[in-house]
Nanobody, 115 residues
């Protein structure tokens, strides 16, 4: 049973930074791709950044230049560094991993950006 556990969310001021973590129960190399999504109240879940195992990164236009995805393969952990946070970044952030037809999600971590 694959488990993804997010952490690192919280309350931050506009312009601040947070780093989210997603700890996987197995090697990150066992997944075809990994990604971070977010869902704001009343909105659909949207892709923040996707990363197939080719090493490419695909950032949403709204976060490009401010957010950075990285990974520590030895710790089976995916990270999302979020800088210059805006009020519109407020959402629940989810870690996602895919392996063939299987699609895995974490429980989400709340990020609230306020003035």
């Amino acid at each position: 049973q694959v488990q993804l556990v997010e952490s690192g969310g919280g309350l931050v001021q506009i312009g601040g930074s947070l780093r989210l973590s997603c700890a996987a129960s197995q090697s990150l190399f066992s997944f075809n791709s990994m990604a971070w999504y977010r869902q704001a109240p009343g909105k659909q879940r949207e892709l923040v950044v996707g990363s197939p195992n080719t090493g490419s990164r695909y950032y949403a236009d709204s976060v490009r230049g401010r957010f950075t995805l990285s990974r520590d393969n030895a710790k089976n952990t995916l990270y999302l560094q979020m800088n210059s946070l805006k009020a519109e970044d407020t959402a629940v952030y989810y870690c996602n991993a895919k392996n063939g037809p299987s699609d895995y999600w974490g429980q989400g971590t709340q990020v609230t950006v306020s003035s």
